[in-house]
């Protein structure tokens, strides 16, 4: 589910090739520079209404790191109900 | 015989000089200067354990981090020669630029290693040195030379010896070695010093790579030199940027016009950001619009100077007191700069031509290419490719380029380098590139091809197969496929019709 949200916002912004999955590779998978990154996080957090940390966004290397933080954050919001 | 004298010796006084202030902040990390001149020690000592001679060159593919800074001052202490790689570029780039320079060492850091897999094998006397730690057969790990207990490294080192090789982007279409001494270098970081007003107080961050020259004066050699504090970090991420201004007092930015843009985008939609920090902020890579200097100066009363520098030869820096916006500043003191016409005759002041410069900024020559060094240095000059003009009071104003060249967010890109990567696919008749203008990064690559009959691919697959030979700030984000180009009447492709 995640994914299918992120990958809605990937193929606005990048062409690549093949399936996007969590082993895809920000940089050499979906031919990021480094003006890319931060229009990709902004929309990541405005889709899930998170915010991603600066620690967090300098270890962000593939779509399964986004998907661990998204995770990670929805979570901690369960087990704080 | 010269002067003894070498790059390295300015960390070696400031380790003196102040042993236990910071001079790196890396994520959690603080690394003072006794601890950074120590690790060079160590790092030195060991290139020279694995063989390394003097001039030899080492290459280095990392991204911006602390063991940037120790293994380009080891490389130096123990008098080899400085490759700094871009950590973006693909295996074919870095496999030219290590047969091209002949590179004995290699310095990459692990997450890096599967851009090297082919390399490996082909060049078989190459010394792989590991950041990060792995045990795979034929690597050195890094961390061993870097906790070897050393003495202290002292090798003969003269003015002229060569520091540094940096590769920039080739009209010919592959990047050229330009060649630094330690004396190019020494002197940059003076002079730059002197017109830039770098303190030892001041604290500087660093968000450009480490790789560029540019980023090496401002973030690396000015500061320590002096005695000053860098904060580094990995990429540039506006937010994560202005927050880090704000949490280190950051007073000293270095930056291309771009991410001055995203950081005045970010801070207009975050008014608890607070930059009041930042004593000066200069700004060179690409021309710096007039607008972004104005907001920083009038909103937040910030000076943002302009520099301007091609790797050969930095030349000019806007002075803090007398800033001229719009203009790159006049030459540093010591550099001669004029303007000549096609004929190289000087023009007077005003007029438009070449820009060109002299002095003991200007570098040594290009590494392996004696008819292009010769044809950048003719008469004595360096020849930089752009038009300009000078004031009365002897202040650059950048007009355009003499060269066809892109700036991608402040990376010079060559068309024809991305040009001959097009006409290598087997469905490319022929392929026109030009630099078309992108609210990110000043300007994007754009390419026109047109196709082999029979052929029926989509752009989509030019992207993707440039992407695989070149980095990818270089290759075109649109791709357009036509019946054929816009020729003037030589036969050349007009590419003012593709604009």
Request: with cysteine.
């Amino acid at each position: 589910m995640i994914l299918a949200r992120i990958k809605v916002i990937i193929d606005e912004q990048f062409i690549y090739e093949g399936e996007l999955n969590e082993h895809t590779r920000v940089i050499d998978d979906l031919g990021a520079d480094s003006f890319d990154i931060p229009v990709m996080v902004n929309a990541i957090e405005d889709e899930f209404r998170e915010t991603i940390s600066d620690e967090e966004l300098f270890r962000i290397r593939t779509i399964g790191d986004i998907i661990e933080i998204i995770e990670g954050r929805q979570k901690a919001l369960e087990e704080d109900k | 015989m010269g002067q003894n004298i070498s790059v390295d010796k300015l960390l070696c006084k400031t380790a003196q000089a102040f042993p236990n202030k910071v001079v790196i902040h890396y994520e959690n990390d603080s690394i003072t200067y006794s601890r950074l001149n120590k690790e060079v020690d160590n790092l030195a000592q060991g290139l020279i354990d694995l063989g390394l001679k003097s001039s030899d060159k080492v290459a280095a593919i990392l991204e911006n981090c602390p063991d940037f800074v120790r293994i380009y001052f080891a490389i130096l202490r123990a008098a080899g020669t400085v490759v700094p790689l871009n950590p973006l570029y693909k295996e074919d780039e870095i496999q030219y630029i290590l047969n091209d320079a002949k590179i004995k060492f290699l310095v990459i850091d692990r997450e890096l290693l599967p851009k090297i897999n082919k390399i490996e094998a082909e060049i078989s006397d190459l010394k792989i040195i590991v950041i990060g730690g792995t045990k795979e057969k034929n690597i050195i790990p890094y961390e061993e030379l870097l906790n070897k207990e050393a003495d202290p490294v002292e090798m003969n080192v003269e003015e002229n010896d060569l520091a540094v090789c940096l590769y920039t982007s080739g009209t010919s279409g592959r990047p050229k070695g330009a060649l630094l001494s330690h004396g190019n270098l020494i002197f940059l970081t003076k002079a730059c010093i002197t017109r830039m007003d770098m303190r030892t107080e001041d604290h500087s961050l660093c968000v450009i790579p480490l790789a560029h020259i540019f980023s090496q004066l401002t973030n690396m050699l000015m500061p320590i030199s002096l005695g000053g504090s860098v904060t580094i970090l990995p990429r540039f991420i506006p937010r994560a940027v202005l927050n880090e201004i704000a949490a280190k007092n950051i007073s000293y930015l270095c930056a291309v016009p771009a991410m001055y843009s995203a950081l005045l985008s970010v801070l207009s939609q975050a008014q608890d950001l607070n930059i009041a920090s930042l004593r000066v902020c200069v700004s060179g890579g690409a021309p710096l619009p007039l607008e972004t200097s104005k907001v920083f100066m009038e909103k937040y009363n910030i000076p943002l100077l302009e520099g301007s520098g091609p790797t050969e030869a930095v030349a000019c820096i806007g002075p803090l007191e007398a800033n001229k916006p719009g203009s790159v500043g006049p030459p540093l003191e010591g550099v001669k700069v004029k303007i000549v016409n096609e004929n190289d005759q000087e023009l007077p002041q005003g007029e438009i031509g070449e820009f060109c410069v002299q002095g003991p900024n200007v570098m040594q020559g290009y590494l392996n290419l004696s008819e292009a060094t010769a044809e950048a240095l003719r008469g004595g000059w360096f020849h930089t490719g752009d038009l300009a003009k000078i004031d009365e009071d002897g202040y650059v104003y950048l007009i355009g380029r003499k060269k066809d060249m892109i700036l991608v967010g402040g990376m010079n890109v060559y068309p024809s380098e991305i040009e001959q990567c097009l006409f290598s696919h087997p469905q490319i008749l022929e392929a026109a590139v030009i630099g078309i203008p992108d609210k990110d990064r000043g300007e994007m690559p754009k390419a026109f091809i047109v196709l082999r009959p029979g052929s029926t691919s989509e752009p989509k697959e030019f992207i993707l197969y440039c992407r695989k030979y070149l980095a990818n700030y270089k290759c075109p984000r649109q791709v357009v496929i036509l019946d054929c180009l816009p020729k003037n009447p030589t036969g050349k492709v007009d590419k003012k019709q593709l604009a």
